[in-house]
């Protein structure tokens, strides 16, 4: 999946080579990476639940779309600068990683990688209007084809949605992802661009709601000596979204990052970005941001950031001044237990007419492997969004305050397939009548992954 430029600070290496260029696309909050707690390649990590928050990215090779209700994460290009954590009350797709040495098909440089996944979600009080909401059963069929080489890969996912309760349409998700690397001298390049087109369950609309997203990044890094390397990053975004507020939206963040030591490295970075929204006031916006990487050892990782982004209205609302950060912290307590603690604060775009959101969350996750076969992942979060005007003719007052808990259980078989078991309980306080609701999701997953 494309990794925008908040990326983790590259870690201090005794090998020149890697200095500036390590970098570790750890998913924050959605998803926890068993890879410290090895079983045949399988982690159950934390699914998106039916209700999503918000649409915005799309749905990577490694994240299929979520169930019917979803929390918003933040937008490509416009969060802190940090991943923000995405409030599932079930756990995402499971992963299989992937092992290159024993990929049965494969053609000189080219490998092929099918898989496929099928989906049972059940999930209580989903939304079909504000105000009125229904209990509903899911079925998702999703085959897909990976074809990677050392420098590119593309990926192709369908997902065959039918909901056999509830007033649901059914339909055919899209997934598309490119991503291609090069490096020349001391520099690193990479760039990638993914499509979406899905119909989900968002909290924000209290609807299910059609959106098509693309989201293009350009990213390179030059090491400039053994402790300093410079980070690049250009982003644009394109969200269309059916009888809501579309929007296209580009955005710069630049980083210099200095070694300190063998465990710790500093960065300092500044970016900004234009927002040309559809209906309502477009936006620019400026960031100066702070970060630290620091890993002691084997067991804690450590990433914070933080500054400050300046908001302008081109409609005539006043400059809006907000702070923003981002952390995540793993910690191994034994060889088979990883606890993840995060939080974020970010400003959006919405998908509602003329209003930004201001996001703050947290959430900590907990994996654990049981019996030497399965592995269990329980994930808790919370999160506020309070919706603000974007210009001076409108008045909002709109709050939200979501609550989510969601446990996993899954296990590997035949060496590249894997089965899961979710549960997740949703809740969501609004001060705006018709948007609040408490929902309970269960999940059932089996997929094949070459």
């Known amino acids: 999946m494309i990794v925008p430029a908040w990326g983790k600070l590259p870690r201090p290496s005794r090998d020149r080579r890697f200095v500036g260029k390590r970098f570790r696309a750890r998913k924050v909050a959605g998803s926890l990476c068993l890879a410290l707690v090895p079983l045949s390649c399988f982690s159950a990590a934390p699914m998106d639940p039916l209700m999503l928050p918000s649409a915005r990215y799309p749905a990577s090779s490694a994240q299929r779309p979520g169930p019917p209700v979803s929390v918003p994460p933040s937008r490509t290009g416009a969060s802190s600068g940090a991943a923000s954590p995405v409030l599932s009350a079930v756990p995402t797709e499971s992963r299989l990683a992937r092992d290159t040495s024993a990929t049965p098909l494969s053609w000189g440089p080219l490998r092929v990688r099918p898989h496929f996944d099928y989906r049972l979600y059940y999930a209580t009080q989903v939304y079909v209007q504000p105000g009125e909401r229904q209990d509903t059963v899911r079925h998702s069929l999703s085959p897909g084809l990976l074809l990677e080489t050392a420098h590119l890969s593309v990926d192709y996912t369908p997902t065959l949605n039918y909901?056999?309760?509830?007033?649901?349409?059914?339909?055919?998700?899209?997934?598309?992802?490119?991503?291609?690397?090069?490096?020349?001298?001391?520099?690193?390049?990479?760039?990638g661009h993914e499509y979406s087109k899905s119909s989900q369950v968002l909290i924000e609309t209290a609807r299910q709601t059609d959106t098509e997203n693309h989201t293009t990044t350009l990213n390179a890094t030059y090491l400039y000596s053994d402790r300093i390397s410079f980070d690049f990053n250009l982003n644009q975004t394109i969200v269309e979204a059916s009888n809501f507020n579309s929007f296209r939206q580009w955005s710069t963040m630049n980083w210099l990052n200095y070694v300190l030591s063998e465990t710790t490295t500093l960065g300092a970075g500044l970016g900004g970005g234009f927002a040309d929204v559809e209906t309502g006031s477009d936006m620019t916006y400026e960031r100066v941001q702070a970060r630290l990487g620091w890993e002691p050892g084997l067991k804690l990782s450590v990433d914070l950031n933080g500054g400050i982004?300046?908001?302008?209205?081109?409609?005539?609302n006043s400059d809006r001044i907000n702070p923003i950060m981002g952390a995540s912290i793993s910690y191994r307590i034994f060889d088979q237990t990883t606890l993840a603690l995060e939080a974020d604060r970010s400003v959006n775009t919405s998908l509602l007419?003329?209003?930004i959101t201001e996001n703050t969350s947290v959430s900590a996750g907990l994996s654990q492997r049981l019996f030497g076969r399965l592995n269990a992942s329980l994930k808790v979060g919370y999160r506020t969004t309070d919706y603000q005007a974007a210009s001076g003719s409108l008045v909002t007052d709109r709050t939200d305050e979501t609550m989510n808990i969601g446990l996993t259980i899954g296990t590997a078989f035949l060496d590249r397939g894997f089965a899961s078991i979710g549960y997740g309980h949703l809740e969501n306080e609004s001060s705006v009548d018709g948007f609040g609701f408490v929902s309970d999701q269960y999940t059932f997953q089996i997929g094949y992954r070459y």
Do not use: C, M, P
């Open 309 to 316: 982004e300046i908001r302008q209205f081109v409609d005539g």
């Open 353 to 355: 007419q003329d209003q």
């Open 163 to 191: 909901y056999s309760k509830g007033r649901f349409d059914d339909g055919v998700d899209h997934s598309v992802a490119l991503n291609a690397n090069a490096g020349y001298g001391d520099w690193r390049f990479t760039i």
